[in-house]
């Protein structure tokens, strides 16, 4: 768990032990979609739509937020998140690759 300390205050933040993109079953696309996917100690998987921008945490929806092109921001996100993560497996990027637990999660 990656802590940081600025002006006397310790911020801790969970890890990101796992990331995976897989073709799932989108509830507001009503049909098979890519999603990128994310696991924090604490909060869960964390899923983003490919297709719609929706976001789940844990198995639960994300509220949407109340802003314009939220669904576009949420999609570059992810594809932008699993860009770098595809480049640190190929060597090229500065992220720390974790292997991939097939099956895990939800």
Known sequence: MP???MNGVSICRPTVTDR????LSCPTCKKKRMMW???????????????CGEQWQDGEMLERPFMPAWR???IERA?????????ALAGKGDVKPVEDIQGGGK
Do not use: I
């Not at 995976?20 to 073709?23: E, H, Q």
């Not at 996917?37 to 297709?51: A, I, K, N, P, R």
């Not at 594809?79 to 480049?87: D, I, L, P, S, V």
């Open 3 to 5: 802590c940081y300390v």
């Open 20 to 23: 995976k993109l897989k073709r």
């Open 37 to 51: 996917m994310w696991f924090q100690e604490w909060y869960g998987w964390h899923v983003t739509c490919l297709g």
């Open 72 to 74: 576009k921001k949420n």
């Open 79 to 87: 594809k932008k998140n699993m860009t770098e993560f595809k480049a």
